[in-house]
């Protein structure tokens, strides 16, 4: 049995989740009807908390408001290797994602896509709506540097869902409840 994995990346003021997901929308768009699995990633936001003891003391760090989603699912009647369920959301209003953004190259390329993206964090705040401001230079180069390791971790989940150890319902299996590991 496949027990959930939440991977963390963090820099400075902002992280990278990644987590597997089986989902199953209760309102679908035509076409998107039943069971959706694959891997999501969230661009969030880090908030580094003061020591609540010693120097030594262990520092708190909460893992906060997402600013970007890319979901790279498949539906799970279909062809592995699919990525027909792969999107992202380029804004995020709160902890609310915006709509679906299908793009052709995401799901004919999606590790090669995503590790572009991560690459130019300036475009991916700037076509979220969000400061740059809100980041500092090292979450930039840290994220830049990291690019290769995250989209590895992906690659190994996506392989995990593929090979079914990862995207699996709660429960029994049958595929009636839903579960987004942490995500």
């Known amino acids: 049995m ?27 768009l035509a076409g998107q009807e039943g069971a959706e699995r694959g891997v999501r990633l969230e661009l969030r936001r880090l908030d580094q908390g003061e020591l609540k003891g010693s120097i030594y ?5 909460t893992v906060d408001r997402p600013i970007w989603r890319v979901d790279l699912l ?20 709160g902890w609310e ?5 299908f793009d052709r190259q995401l799901s004919q390329e999606p590790l ?16 979220a709506g969000v400061g740059a ?3 500092s230079p090292a979450d930039v180069t840290g994220l830049r540097e990291r690019t290769p390791e995250i989209v590895e971790t992906v ?10 150890q990862a995207g699996l319902p709660e429960g ?12």
């Open 172 to 183: 029994d299996g049958s595929g009636i409840s839903v579960r987004a590991s942490w995500l």
């Open 57 to 61: 003391s262990a520092r708190p760090i």
């Open 155 to 164: 690659a190994r989940l996506l392989d995990a869902v593929r090979a079914g």
């Open 97 to 101: 994602p915006g709509r679906r953004v």
């Open 2 to 28: 496949w027990s959930p994995v939440l991977y963390l990346f963090g820099f400075d003021r902002i992280g990278v989740a990644v987590s597997d997901i089986y989902f199953v929308d209760p309102d679908p």
């Open 112 to 127: 090669k896509w995503l590790g572009e993206r991560l690459a130019d964090l300036e475009a991916v705040l700037d076509q």
């Open 133 to 135: 401001d809100e980041v």
């Open 74 to 93: 498949e539906s799970v009647s279909g062809t592995p290797g699919s990525f027909d369920r792969t999107h992202h959301h380029p804004g995020v209003d």
